[in-house]
């Protein structure tokens, strides 16, 4: 139903930004909740933030809060993570996703993934 493409991944200092855009095509409702995970080398995917159809409603994993911004275009069908003060620890593909009932059973849709490699 429902396709989701990352971009905007790269390598950068310690310290720096990057902006993650998630484009949805396909059958694309833009009330779905959307969301970003990510997946270290050897680690498991873990959770990283979450917004709202309104995007009114925001959780951040603890690891991140402070430093990612979620948001979402729902005109232009499309999603953000803005990632300031990148940590070594922060290296790892992520992955964009949605679902219409995440607080049922979480993510339906995922993204390729986009790597982004933060070097100290």
């Known amino acids: 139903q429902v396709q989701l493409v990352e971009s905007g991944g790269g390598l950068v200092q310690a310290g720096g930004s990057l902006r993650l855009s998630c484009a949805a095509s396909?059958?694309?409702?833009?009330?779905?909740?959307m969301g970003w995970f990510r997946q270290a080398p050897g680690k498991d995917r873990e959770f990283v933030a979450r917004i709202s159809w309104s995007g009114s409603i925001l959780y951040y994993a603890d690891s991140v809060k402070g430093r990612f911004a979620i948001s979402r275009d729902n005109a232009k069908n499309t999603m953000y993570l803005q990632m300031n003060s990148l940590k070594p620890e922060d290296t790892a593909v992520y992955y964009c996703?949605?679902?219409?009932?995440?607080?049922?059973?979480?993510?339906?849709?995922w993204g390729q993934g986009t790597q982004v490699t933060v070097s100290s």
């Open positions: 396909g059958r694309t409702f833009s009330s779905y909740t």
């Open positions: 996703a949605a679902a219409s009932q995440w607080g049922v059973n979480g993510p339906a849709y």
